[in-house]
């Protein structure tokens, strides 16, 4: 079983769709849990980190859920800009600094 | 703020050549590492260090080496390439766990 685990998609959204995204994790010892996008042949950027209590940053919502280690990414009125390769991270096995990457979910929004 | 600087930003290399992928980050972050990123593998670690001096392997080490003589500079050393390494490389670093990671803009390499 991966680390972290995500539908790969892809995931074909017309603008203005509200889409959400799932990734689930397997180290019950994680502690550190993000979102980062990643545009095509480009470095991953930070989109958000997502904590316990679950939170928001415009129209983008994250939940946490350390009993089912579920951790979930939804995005409100999608924009054809939010196109691109979204991953979810959490710290990995052994180390706490080592960082572990699902595979990534694959979104484009249509006109 | 120059963040993250990886160079080169491509390189082919020969079979059994070496090279070393340099890694600067001027936001005196402490935590840096390296991945390579393959087509549906997602992203792996390679290694990585969390301050001058200290270094430790991560998923994938074998046929790189690393080191951190300052906080600044983390090079990828590739010892003897080989095809099986031609990948998307990314250096990156963070303040801390808990904030996320800051990733450079990638070294491409095909070993030939």
């Known amino acids: 079983r991966k680390e972290v685990e995500q539908d790969p998609g892809p995931f074909n959204v017309p603008e203005g769709a509200t889409v959400a995204f799932n990734c689930t994790y397997s180290n019950s010892a994680s502690q550190s849990f993000f979102w980062y996008r990643q545009d095509c042949r480009k470095e991953p950027k930070l989109l958000m980190s997502v904590y316990s209590s679950g939170n928001e940053d415009g129209r983008f919502t994250a939940q946490l859920n350390r009993a089912s280690q579920y951790i979930s990414l939804l995005i409100r009125d999608s924009k054809l800009s939010d196109s691109a390769t979204y991953l979810c991270?959490?710290?990995?096995?052994?180390?706490?600094?080592?960082?572990?990457f699902g595979s990534g979910t694959q979104l484009t929004v249509l006109p | 703020n120059a963040g993250v600087t990886q160079t080169p930003k491509f390189q082919v290399l020969k079979t059994g050549q070496s090279m070393t992928l340099q890694c600067a980050q001027d936001?005196?972050?402490?935590?840096m590492s390296w991945y390579r990123q393959d087509p549906g593998m997602g992203l792996r670690l390679i290694h990585y260090s969390v301050g001058a001096g200290i270094t430790d392997q991560g998923e994938v080490p074998n046929g790189y080496n690393v080191s951190r003589s300052t906080t600044e500079d983390f090079p990828l050393r590739l010892l003897s390439a080989a095809p099986s390494q031609t990948s998307v490389y990314f250096c990156a670093s963070s303040s801390g766990q808990v904030y996320g990671y800051t990733f450079g803009s990638g070294t491409r390499l095909t070993v030939v």
């Open positions: 991270v959490v710290n990995g096995k052994g180390s706490a600094r080592q960082l572990t």
């Open positions: 936001m005196n972050h402490e935590y």
